[in-house]
């Protein structure tokens, strides 16, 4: 399968070797800055014949790819998305899927028409620790669901930002819930039964002056189902990165998901007793390296069999629209300064440009 990716920055490692583990040949790469593309190509030892792209409409005229990494600053992601399936290349687009509804509805709309496969990059859905979780919603093991929070508590300094001028910025990427956060909104929203009736946020710039977007977000999201979540992200923790739990607590059962990215069980009570908590918590641990955990691996895996079997990706493009939705009223709540009702038709992050000017 002819696979290439498009932005060769700090994300893209994790797809390259996701890619040739799962036996894509990697034919093009594409970035505005060729040093990047170079030491991509030495970093994976990947053949010499690779064809570098400068200009990615470029690239998808000349090599008919069957799937497409989008992995640049977010707010190229819509058009980018938009251009590769007019060229009929199947896409695993870097959260979030687009910076506005209306780029994520025209998707999802021209994706169907053609049908072409596209995936969200959520791919914390794929750890251990979530796939077990999840199971236990599916079997109704919690019986009725009653609250649910996420927490998000990380570190992001100066030097960050600057290492990507389009961090923080309204245009190409929104603050802390945007970027940092939104992988455990979308598993919070995912475990919670998807359809929500009422936001409430604040958000707020702290301590970062020289960004645009906010670096706390807070939330109340009240679910169709009757549940409740609660939504805590902050790039503000002294000094580093303290943790990025989920909690779900239901009639019958109490679930703890802890560790650098949800990659662990730390808490596992059931009325059921169907198994042993101590048992699970040794079973469903993984210990990766940085944030990103170990999912890409197998959401790739996942979505070429989606393409070979004509069926959609277990991470749709629907559910990279949900993520982004819950975020966009997070953001609409807190600068109107009321109760946002869902769903949302229209709302970008240029809405909310100049929020946090002083």
């Known amino acids: 399968m002819r696979y290439a990716i498009i932005g060769c920055g700090r994300i893209s490692p994790n797809h390259i070797a996701a890619a040739l583990e799962n036996g894509l040949d990697v034919v093009a790469l594409c970035d505005i800055e060729e040093a990047k593309m170079d030491e991509t190509i030495e970093k994976f030892n990947l053949s010499k014949k690779i064809k570098k792209y400068l200009d990615y409409k470029l690239m998808l005229e000349n090599e008919k790819?069957?799937?497409?990494?989008?992995c640049t600053e977010s707010g190229k992601h819509g058009k980018m998305a938009l251009d590769c399936i007019e060229a009929n290349a199947n896409l695993i687009i870097e959260k979030p899927i687009a910076l506005s509804l209306e780029e994520a509805d025209l998707i999802i709309e021209k994706a169907n028409k053609k049908n072409i496969k596209v995936s969200a990059c959520h791919q914390n859905r794929f750890n251990k620790s979530v796939q077990k979780i999840r199971e236990a919603v599916e079997a109704n093991r919690f019986g009725k669901l009653m609250h649910a929070t996420a927490h998000i508590r990380?570190?992001?300094?100066?030097d960050y930002y600057k290492q990507a001028p389009w961090r923080g910025t309204w245009e190409q990427d929104g603050g802390a819930l945007m970027n940092q956060c939104i992988h455990n909104i979308d598993l919070l929203r995912w475990m919670m039964g998807d359809e929500i009736t009422e936001v409430v946020g604040m958000t707020d710039n702290l301590i970062h002056g020289y960004i645009a977007a906010e670096d706390l977000g807070m939330a109340l999201v009240k679910f169709s189902n009757g549940s409740y979540g609660i939504i805590e992200g902050t790039t503000n923790i002294y000094p580093r990165n303290l943790e990025e739990t989920l909690y779900i607590f239901g009639e019958k059962g109490t679930v703890k998901a802890g560790g650098k990215s949800v990659n662990l069980?730390?808490?596992?009570?059931f009325a059921d007793n169907l198994d042993n908590s101590d048992e699970v918590k040794q079973n469903y641990f993984e210990n990766p390296p940085n944030v990103y955990g170990f999912g890409h691996k197998p959401l790739y895996k996942d979505v070429i069999e989606a393409i070979e079997n004509d069926r959609q990706p277990y991470v749709t493009a629907i559910d990279g629209r949900n993520?982004?939705?819950?975020?966009?009223?997070?953001?609409?709540?807190?600068?109107e300064g009321k109760s946002i009702k869902l769903p949302l038709d229209k709302c970008s992050t240029i809405d909310f440009k100049g929020r946090f000017n002083r």
């Open 65 to 70: 790819l069957e799937l497409v990494a989008i």
């Open 265 to 269: 069980i730390e808490e596992w009570q």
């Open 154 to 158: 990380w570190n992001r300094g100066e």
């Open 323 to 335: 993520a982004l939705e819950l975020v966009l009223a997070i953001y609409k709540s807190a600068a």
